[in-house]
T-cell receptor
Framework: GENVEQHPSTLSVQEGDSAVIKCTYS??????FPWYKQELGKGPQLIID?????GEKKDQRIAVTLNKTAKHFSLHITETQPEDSAVYFC?????????????FGTGTKLQVIP | DVKVTQSSRYLVKRTGEKVFLECVQD?????MFWYRQDPGLGLRLIYF???????EKGDIPEGYSVSREKKERFSLILESASTNQTSMYLC??????????????FGPGTRLLVL
């Protein structure tokens, strides 16, 4: 089955600096890669996603890159703010037996220091 | 906005008790999921359902069962709770079954402590 590895597990940055979280996946059938943000006391919420036919996607301060050959994808947050502090999960998804199969990474706890 | 609600935010149960966790979504989604979240392990899929009365095992179904009698409601059942089932339980839903790139919408989670 699919295996998604996520690094680092914790990340501390100064406000205004950039943060990068990296994930690798194992199943070449995966074709959809969402990123979720989980704030304290809440469920994860989608912040950005990328499909396998695209190499990069940007939404304001957040960008995601995908290298299908290397099976790597990354989340980039620029000009970090204290409200970016949360746990971030990457995921890889594909159709398997007619069902959406999503495998999550182990999470990165991001702390933005004011 | 899609809303996924879970019946309890916190639960404390005794070993051996039968535990019901309820999840309701209000957007007519086909798919519903139950995950457990543990530190360092991320989100692991317990069961999912793609239609009423249908269910499929996820990666860690042992010790759990599910019920989906209505489209909007998906229940997770711990037949005989054990201490190793102490965890955060997250319910999620997504719109369409046969589409890989579907956003999952999560509830706020139920933190279960089994004593």
């Amino acid at each position: 089955g699919e295996n998604v590895e996520q690094h680092p597990s914790t990340l501390s940055v100064q406000e205004g600096d950039s943060a990068v979280i990296k994930c690798t996946y194992s199943d070449s059938a995966s074709n959809y890669f969402p990123w979720y943000k989980q704030e304290l006391g809440k469920g994860p919420q989608l912040i950005i996603d990328i499909r396998s036919n695209v190499g990069e996607k940007k939404d304001q301060r957040i960008a995601v890159t995908l290298n299908k050959t290397a099976k790597h994808f990354s989340l980039h947050i620029t000009e970090t703010q204290p409200e970016d502090s949360a746990v971030y999960f990457c995921a890889a998804s594909h159709l398997s037996g007619g069902y959406q199969k999503v495998t999550f990474g182990t999470g990165t706890k991001l702390q933005v220091i004011p | 906005d899609v809303k996924v609600t879970q019946s309890s935010r916190y639960l404390v149960k005794r070993t051996g008790e039968k535990v019901f966790l309820e999840c309701v979504q209000d957007m007519d989604h086909e798919n519903m999921f139950w995950y457990r979240q543990d530190p360092g392990l991320g989100l692991r899929l317990i069961y999912f359902s793609y239609d009423v009365k249908m269910k499929e095992k996820g990666d860690i179904p042992e010790g759990y069962s599910v019920s989906r009698e209505k489209k909007e409601r998906f229940s997770l059942i711990l037949e005989s709770a054990s201490t190793n089932q102490t965890s955060m339980y997250l319910c999620a839903s997504s719109l369409i079954r046969r589409l890989a790139g579907e956003t999952q919408y999560f509830g706020p989670g139920t933190r279960l402590l089994v004593l």
